[in-house]
């Protein structure tokens, strides 16, 4: 069966140090791998996704990367962090060419920036 | 993109009763899931339902696709059913992910 592994789960970072998180999917080949931050509230806004290996979309501009290095790695970087970069990210994965199946998250990372 | 609303945005019940939470959507959509995040921020998906009537235990859906809407019900209600409920449409034909609505916070009181 597939799994979504994400961390770390919690962090804490001063302004202006760097970020990454990683995302790993298993038991899946090509997965479409999307990372989502919820600010404050409770809202879910989809920041990047991915269809292959190298192949980011932006969905908004920000202080934030995406790469994806490996079929099923996706990191979320930054090189300087912002006080409005606090809040919780989650990766998630779909098949790739399958409109009619569900996405699965991961259990998230709470990133507080100090 | 796709506007979604989410109605009622807060629901306070007693162990036990019954609820519907309703989500409508701005446009056509070929996927459409409801997840509930638990306290410690997981989300849990509960129904892939673009379209029809799905049943799982206590949790039922239906999404009426031509009319652009989708109800979650949830019967006897458990205090293990709070937390923040999602509905979440894509219109398809891409890679694009999902579009979230704001939730409805839901509060089971024992």
């Known amino acids: 069966s597939q799994t979504i592994h994400q961390w770390p789960a919690t962090l804490v970072q001063p302004v202006g140090s760097p970020l990454s998180l990683e995302c790993t999917v298993e038991?899946?080949?090509?997965?479409?791998l999307y990372w989502y931050r919820q600010a404050a509230g409770r809202g879910l806004q989809l920041l990047f996704y991915s269809v292959g290996i190298g192949q980011i979309s932006s969905e908004v501009p920000q202080n934030l990367s995406a790469s994806r290095p490996q079929d099923r790695q996706f990191i979320l970087s930054s090189k300087k962090l912002l006080l409005s970069d606090s809040g919780f990210y989650l990766c998630?994965?779909?098949?790739?060419?399958?409109?009619?199946?569900?996405?699965?998250f991961g259990s998230g990372t709470r990133l507080t920036v100090v | 993109g796709i506007q979604v609303e989410q109605s009622p945005p807060d629901l306070i019940l007693q162990e036990g009763a019954n609820s519907t939470l309703r989500c409508n959507f701005s446009?056509?959509?070929?996927?459409l899931q409801w997840f509930h995040q638990n306290p410690w921020g997981q989300l849990i998906n509960l129904f892939y339902i673009p379209s029809g009537t799905k049943q799982n235990g206590r949790l039922s859906a239906t999404t009426v696709a031509t009319e652009r809407y989708s109800l979650l019900y949830i019967s006897s209600s458990q205090t293990t059913d709070s937390g923040v409920y999602f509905c979440a449409p894509r219109r398809g034909g891409g890679a694009d992910g999902l579009t979230f609505g704001k939730g409805t916070h839901l509060i089971i009181q024992p």
């Open positions: 038991g899946t080949s090509n997965p479409n």
């Open positions: 998630a994965w779909s098949p790739r060419n399958r409109d009619n199946y569900g996405y699965t």
């Open positions: 446009d056509s959509v070929n996927n």
